[in-house]
């Protein structure tokens, strides 16, 4: 009895360290200015319904299809970030708060910015563009191209 206490011991302290490395070291964060970030979301949205299978339900939450989006790197360098389903925005604003929004939800109509925190429990975000002060954008497994410069 004793060793297969041992053996699930080893286990449950070796899926702790892979997720804690997954979390912190899998992550990239990029920045975004703020302005860059208004135009690209204004100029580059196409609002539709998207479906997102949970594994037990169906759900459709509106999706601004965005392919890609350019962003700041750690090094400064500007980079073309592709998305998949868990980048998140991160929205700074001006008060200290920060606002975390799935980026496949977030969208901006007049001046307002719009995202989901959940695509299960819903958690809609409202964000006025004038208190953005900083735009971050999170992702597990990056995938990004270096930006051409103008």
């Given amino acids: 009895m004793d060793k297969w206490q041992g053996i699930k011991k080893k286990k449950l302290i070796l899926i702790l360290i892979l997720s804690f490395a997954v979390f912190f070291w899998g992550c990239s964060y990029y920045t975004i200015p703020t302005q860059s970030f208004i135009s690209q979301i204004k100029g580059n949205q196409k609002i539709e319904e998207n479906m997102y299978y949970q ?3 169906l759900i459709d939450y509106p999706s601004n299809n965005l392919e890609r989006i350019k962003c700041v790197d750690k090094k400064g360098n500007t980079v073309w970030l592709y998305p998949d389903k868990n980048t998140e925005f991160c929205f700074k604003k001006s008060n200290g708060e920060k606002i975390k929004a799935y980026f496949d939800t977030v969208i901006l109509q007049n001046d307002t910015v719009f995202g989901l925190r959940s695509r299960l429990m819903g958690g809609l975000r409202i964000i006025p ?4 002060d900083e735009v971050t954008v999170r992702a597990e ?5 270096t930006a051409k410069e103008k």
């Fill in 55 to 57: 594994s037990f339900a």
């Fill in 129 to 132: 563009v004038n208190d953005i």
């Fill in 141 to 145: 497994f990056p995938r990004t191209e």
